[in-house]
């Protein structure tokens, strides 16, 4: 079959790929569509250590196309998928965390082969391949009328997103929100914050050509500083005493320090982006004084088996309108042009289709 092959230096077609049938548990899924996230360019660019060759990808729609030993899943089932690779008994599990559950991130066997040698499965997914291997746990069921892309980024950004602003921040309608960076998470937030009722939303990216788009989300203010140090008295100038909640979107600490000297009084700063291994901070501890939080979050700090349902409901409810995000949609052959135009904020999300689907 074909995929996307990462292997240390650059991103090639492949189509000598071979996957292997699901086991016990698994069901192998066929992929329509993958979102290209900064956590798939990641890797390319050392800031997440990954063995090659790799299959990246995980933000990603399919149709399971067979069921492995024990497997209930049923063969044609449209699918988003999930890489919390949940056991199902610890006691996050049982409790309906399981971003907390120790198994959900452990490594697995790849599927993946080349002849005969290991094709690495980037976060137990690489769906950038016309067919995965995954646990049944890592699939969840999505309407056929949600738009491939759309569905596709409910996995990640969405998820990601609308689960720190709701469940992990709790914004309640009327209060104020600073975002940092307006990427693919970054204006799924603003889109959540809007969602929850949010008074102000001030959007913070380098990118002047960013607030078309941030604005339509629903930013009411887009600031482009030059150097972090000036965001937050800027978002001070807006919002007096600070906002209530910020989301760090773009794994920069500078911007994470910015974040909380923006927050006021109860304020909570959740950090989305992830920084390099090993990146610190230099937290200035008065500054959380008054009731702030610092809150990290995996995956929106939910259960994509609940919280996925309830976003595809509101997206078919013409509640949340995701259309405008999707900005390119390209074979796989487009992928080195994809990650270029990602990295240089060209584009919002970027998708690759596979198979015949438009
Ligand atoms: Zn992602
Ligand atoms: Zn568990």
């Known amino acids: ?97 399981p971003t907390l559950c120790p198994a959900s991130g452990r490594p697995v066997a790849s599927p993946f082969r080349r002849d005969g040698d290991v094709v690495h499965q980037f976060v137990r997914i690489g769906a950038f391949a016309e067919r995965i291997v995954v646990a049944q746990e890592q699939v969840i069921a999505m309407p056929a009328e949600i738009p491939a892309p759309v569905a596709a980024m409910l996995g990640c950004a969405t998820i990601t997103a609308f689960g720190a602003v709701e469940d992990r921040a709790r914004l309640r309608a009327g209060e104020s929100v600073l975002v940092t960076g307006a990427g693919g998470i970054g204006l799924n937030a603003v889109l959540a914050a809007r969602a929850a009722g949010a008074e102000r939303i001030v959007v913070v990216d380098r990118n002047p050509a960013k607030e078309r788009i941030a604005r339509m989300c629903g930013a009411t203010d887009f600031l482009i500083p030059d150097d972090p140090s000036q965001i937050a008295p800027g978002v001070r100038a807006l919002v007096p005493g600070g906002v209530d909640a910020a ?18 009084g109860g304020g909570r700063v959740v950090v989305l982006g992830l920084p390099p291994t090993g990146a610190t901070l230099g937290l200035e501890v008065r500054d959380l004084f008054h009731d702030k939080s610092l809150l990290g979050c995996r995956m929106g700090s939910v259960d994509p088996h609940r919280k996925l349902p309830d976003l595809a409901e509101r997206v078919l409810r013409g509640e949340l309108d995701l259309n405008p995000l999707v900005s390119a949609v390209v074979p796989l052959e487009g992928a080195a042009r994809l990650v270029d135009d990602l990295r240089n904020g060209r584009i919002d999300r970027g998708f690759l289709r596979f198979g015949s689907t438009s």
Request: glycine share 14%; charged share 20%.
């Open 1 to 97: 079959m074909r995929a996307l092959v990462w292997d240390g230096t650059g991103l090639h077609v492949d189509s000598t790929i071979e996957v292997r049938p699901p086991g016990p548990g698994e069901v192998a899924v066929d992929i329509t569509m993958a979102g290209l996230c900064h956590s798939d360019v990641s890797p390319m660019e050392g800031r997440i250590p990954q063995p090659t060759p790799a299959i990246l990808g995980h933000e990603a729609v399919g149709v399971v196309s067979a069921a492995g030993p024990g497997a209930d899943v049923p063969v044609g089932q449209r699918v988003v998928l999930t890489v919390l690779r949940r056991c199902g008994e610890c006691r996050h599990c049982r409790e309906g965390r």
């Open 247 to 264: 989301f760090e979107c773009a794994g920069h600490t500078g911007l994470l320090d910015a974040a909380i000297k923006s927050l006021g």
